[in-house]
């Protein structure tokens, strides 16, 4: 009964999703709607996996700083790795979330130098904090209110003096004396004194105009001279007057007229003390906040003094009532019960059939991603789908509590990609097409056009036998098709570490397809290349877009020999051989450039003539489709006999020559 009972103050966790981690928040008001439900007022605490790399290199370097300044014990990687899990960072956000959705209590505290962090690893559902995020700056700061516990905040007492050692200090660089408490006044004399100093200081507010506006009536003005700053002025008149009457008198009123002293209260006016109210309510005493956002005009003294004398006044009372009858209206506790409602992670539950909530598609034989066991009561799926990555039941509570695994894996990182890309997809459009190696956006450009080091691939023995043996889990085929999607490749050798035993020890039949010598290869390439035209021996062509005499098709900028002449002979764009007065569209062949991605030409453009749009009516859907395939290959077109009306010489029914578009 106490375990499902859930108040004000305690740190529970929230279930927005089945595959994602619970979120951990401070429950701050409970209220009950207008249809009878009960929502949580809660503040956001948020885990590593919630804030962005480099945020996370900060919060590394605070930890480092905290493990040297405390002295903390030496911790394994494995240890150092959850942690990590264990750390949250502190915000301001609100939001509301349904009661409904608590799924129990946890542990949050505030890290101190006196903390041991492997006592937190030893504790369940145990959590600490030490820096603030925000998330609208994207920014972690250190905790304001920190506890400052350690010898290097403590005092140094020195020793205490012998008997007749004399004390060397200069005593006005130690302490300034303010009051003799040995002074020869009694106090009957100092209490009439002070009544003189609030008869001054009430005198001075009336004839002060600013302050007979603020204080308009006889009794706010004495009310505001006998707050502490006028008797503060009266004692420090005695002490600078040598406890002489005659002399303190004079001094409280001079020459030019009585002295007034004001402190905060007096110097705010009615709007600045409104828009204080404003801000305490929404900040706290977080004064730097209050200061910058509200009263940027005010120093932080002034703010801190102005909050401790504003505790004494009425306003303050009136809105302490007022916050203790709203508090008794509110619901200050909450029941809600075990949710026992089935994970649709579930792979199978206990007692159905096989192939029931996701078990479909799941090889058997597979371990936990996390722990390696091969055995556990009930098995959930973890990951990207295509992975077929699965946890255990220890293992899946872990996850869901602290948002990571055990023991550190590289499937973590794609794990909690996918679980933030939503329902629909473990990743992003964006995400996938950055991935793909077809991708064209300018990113993917600068990015390939960086020097980078070759590197080579090279497959072991047992990731050659295992593309042979687990073939139905690997699939080749389809991982081909899709290069840009991960591969499992630790389930893959798992499974095939199972299967190895069972297979047939016969060896496999293979063909030996015998390769002919380099120079018999150099032969065959030599007589089936295509003839070259010789290159005109005149100063090469520069590259240059702006040069618009030259034709922008025929020169083929980028070395790559066109359509025309293909097979070393100029052919025209209908299929007749050129006559004299026809130009063709290239005469020679440009050298072969590197042309960088920044002087890269205008894209070449075709445009057919009439001719050949009137010849391709005549090919058939597979023939243009071969025809765009190998567009070396001439094009043979059976042309029907032309009318006898009209007097044209017929056309080949065939022709060898191939189809060339001309700009």
Known sequence: MAA???????????????????????????????????????????????????????????????????????????????????????????????????????????????????????????????????????????????????????????????????DNRLQEKLETKVWDPNNQLKDPQIDQFLVVARAVGTFARALDCSSSIRQPSLHMSAAAA???????????????????????????????????????????????????????????????????????????????????????????????RLKAAEADSKLKQVYIPTYTKPNPNQIMVPGSKPGMNGAAGFQKGLSCESCHTAQSPQWYAWGPPNMQCRLC??????????????????????????????????????EVQGMSPFTRNEGRAKLLAKNRQTFILQTTKLTRIARRVCEDILQPRRAARRPYASINANAVKAECMIRLPKATKTTLKSKLVPRQSLATIVKDLAISAP????????????????????????????????????????????????SSGMRTTSQSVIKRQKVSQGEAPNPVVFVATKDTRALRKHLTQSEMRRAARKPHLPVRIKLPPPPRSLAMPLLPSSTSEPIVLED
């Open 4 to 166: 499902n009972m859930y108040r004000v103050g305690d740190y529970v966790y929230f279930e927005n999703s089945s595959s994602n981690p619970y979120l951990i928040r401070r429950i701050e008001e409970l209220n009950k709607t207008a249809n009878g439900n009960v929502e949580a007022k809660v503040v956001c605490l948020f885990r590593r996996r919630d804030i962005s790399g480099n945020l996370n290199t900060l919060a590394d370097s605070n930890a480092r700083e905290f493990e040297e300044e405390s002295k903390q014990p030496a911790l394994s990687e494995q240890q150092k790795h959850q942690l990590k899990h264990r750390e949250l960072f502190l915000s301001r956000q609100f939001e509301s979330l349904p009661a409904t959705h608590i799924r129990g209590k946890c542990n949050v505290t505030l890290l101190n130098e006196t903390d041991v962090l492997a006592g937190y690893l030893e504790k369940e559902d145990c959590f600490f904090y030490s820096l603030v995020f925000d998330p609208v700056q994207k920014t972690l700061l250190a905790d304001q209110g920190e506890i400052r516990v350690g010898s290097k905040y403590q005092a140094e007492i020195p020793d205490k003096l012998a008997e007749g050692e004399s």
């Open 226 to 320: 006998s707050r502490d700053i006028t008797l503060f002025h009266a004692m420090d008149t005695l002490q600078k007057n040598n406890y002489d009457l005659a002399k303190a008198m004079s001094t409280l009123v001079p020459q030019g007229g009585p002295v007034l002293c004001r402190d905060e209260m007096e110097e705010w006016s009615a709007s600045e003390a409104m828009l204080f109210e404003e801000a305490l309510e929404k900040y706290g005493k977080d004064f730097n906040d209050i200061r910058q956002d509200f009263l940027p005009w005010k120093s932080l003294a002034s703010v801190v003094q102005f909050y401790y004398m504003w505790k004494t006044t009425d306003r303050y009372i009136q809105q302490k």
């Open 393 to 430: 039941a220890s293992c899946w509570i872990y996850w869901k509590k602290y948002g990571g695994l055990k023991t550190p894996t590289q499937l973590e990182g794609a794990a909690r990609a996918g679980s933030e890309s939503g329902p629909r997809g473990h990743m992003t459009r964006q």
């Open 531 to 578: 003839l070259k035209l010789k290159a005109s021996r005149g100063p090469p062509t520069p590259i240059n877009r702006n040069q618009a005499s030259q034709p922008r098709v025929g020169q083929s900028l980028l070395g790559k020999r066109g359509f025309d002449s293909a097979s070393g002979v100029p052919y025209p764009a209908n299929g007749r051989p050129y």
